[in-house]
């Protein structure tokens, strides 16, 4: 028990407490020192008094137990408020792995945490890219004829990457209690090139069972490197999707299972304009299965995850063709961490497989377009999983408590189909270097060159951009315990 917390609160006790100890001392410092030993029946009544002042304080303390029982008892957390606080980690420690969830344990503290930051990107584009776009690095998004988003040269700058979050953790009986609830202002699909609230996660966990939309476990967003860039590199498996895991290891090493949200995308190629096609619809009746597996060391970890899905669309039109069909899609991430030394981080991915692009964080489609001679009159065109592999390779290096840089280079490449179009997306580039500047605790500021190339599957045609941006991040956080 913490008597120094029970006394400052009880300022009655404590007086009296004093009092009786420190009377006595002052009688005793007044009485004038013998010039002679004291006699025996002297030193017994000291002795006796001794003791009855050490039973006193005995019973004093046992009161003062007592009360500070049923204090705690009836009020709990306005204790843990006002006398506790969380301890942290220096600023250069690694954040420690994660401790498993100990089920059949309610005991604890709930954490409630608010966070986000504040972002400017304002930069000048050298070349041309979709409009839609125009503050990230997309080899797709590049234009697939000369002069597609014409004319070269732009000042561009927004607040996009800002973003808003809350977090809760919570025990319960049956493990740890996790919540996450995150928007930005990055607007995609109908509100792309919009500055609009889009989310991010909606996630729930609770022992090794989570739910809702958060980080695809065949994806790694480890291998993410500290750019200014929002995009990142296109070589990385890069999706949040709506999904219920299963995590029946965690920590150092740890095992992930999920079922989530199926879909895909395709591409009718030469084929696009034939009113045959019109009826083709997508029909997703099994979720996809991916999960992953993490090794953590002292050098850093490695992580293998997989994929595996089934594809299938339907012809709704009832005429002479049957244009239905069915594809896998299947593929693997390897993804690791290397801890250079203490001031440089490697970061690396390699990925292949085949209709898993929708996972990708910059690929075309899915599902190509395909000659099928031997199908026959019902059959001359079929759909087909494009086969693709990309990789990532980055390195995060701090100069400094108050500099640091990113420098690297992703790649990606498909397997286009004979039925698609020749300018059709083949592969893509993209690469980065910057210069990142802390001058103050929670603010950001930095410069950054990038360049991204997308690659035509037929006609030769390149197309390249380049671009200089600074940014200026301001991060918030507030953590509640109760």
Known sequence: ?????????????????????????????????????????????LKKRLQQLEQTVVELKGQIDSIEAKKKSSTPAVVNAVFTEPAAAPPEAPAPDPEPAKPQDSKGESTFEVYGFAMLDFGYQFKQNDPNWFDVIRPTKLPSFPNEFAPNGKVYSGVRQSRLGVKSSTPTDYGELKTQFEFELFGTGVDAGQTTFRLRHAYGELGQFGAGQTWSPFMDIDVFPNSLEYWGPNGMVFFRNVQFRWMPLKGRNSVT??????????????????????????????????????????????????????????????DEFDLEGTE???????????????????????????????????????????????????????????????????????????????????????????????????????????????????????????????????????????????????????????
């Not at 006394?7 to 009688?27: D, H, I, K, N």
């Not at 009826?279 to 597996?293: T, Y």
């Not at 026959?376 to 990789?391: D, F, Q």
Request: cysteine-free; glycine content about 10%.
């Open 328 to 482: 896998v899609g299947a593929g693997l991430n390897l993804t690791s961490n290397v801890k250079f030394g203490p001031n440089d981080t490697g970061r690396f991915a390699f990925v292949f497989g085949q209709g898993i692009q929708n996972y990708m964080n910059d690929a075309d489609v899915d599902i190509g377009i395909e000659l099928n001679p031997g199908g026959g009159p019902r059959r001359p065109i079929k759909g087909v999983a494009l086969p693709m592999w990309s990789m990532v390779a980055f390195l995060d290096h701090n100069w400094n408590k108050k500099f640091s840089s990113a420098i690297g280079y992703s790649f990606m490449d498909v397997d286009n189909s004979n039925g698609q179009a020749p300018d059709a997306y083949h592969r893509g580039h993209y690469a980065l270097g910057n210069l990142l500047y802390y001058p103050w605790e929670r603010v950001m500021i930095g410069g950054e060159l990038q360049w991204g190339r997308r690659e035509n599957f037929l006609d030769g045609f390149k197309s390249d951009d380049f671009r200089i941006q600074f940014s200026f991040r301001y991060n918030f956080s507030k953590l509640f315990t109760f």
């Open 1 to 45: 028990m913490n008597l120094n917390r029970v006394y400052w609160g009880r300022p009655s006790v404590f007086a009296f407490v004093l009092a009786v100890l420190l009377v006595p001392t002052s009688a005793f410092a007044q009485t004038p020192e013998p010039t002679t030993p004291q006699q025996p029946n002297e030193v017994e009544q």
């Open 257 to 318: 299972i999920a079922l989530e949200r199926p879909g895909a995308s395709a591409d009718q190629g030469r084929f696009e304009d034939r009113n045959e096609l019109q009826g083709i619809r997508g029909k997703f009746d099994l979720p996809d299965l991916s999960g992953n597996v993490r090794f953590t060391r002292n050098w850093g970890y490695f992580q293998a995850a997989g994929m595996l899905r089934r594809i299938k669309w339907v012809d709704t039109l009832d």
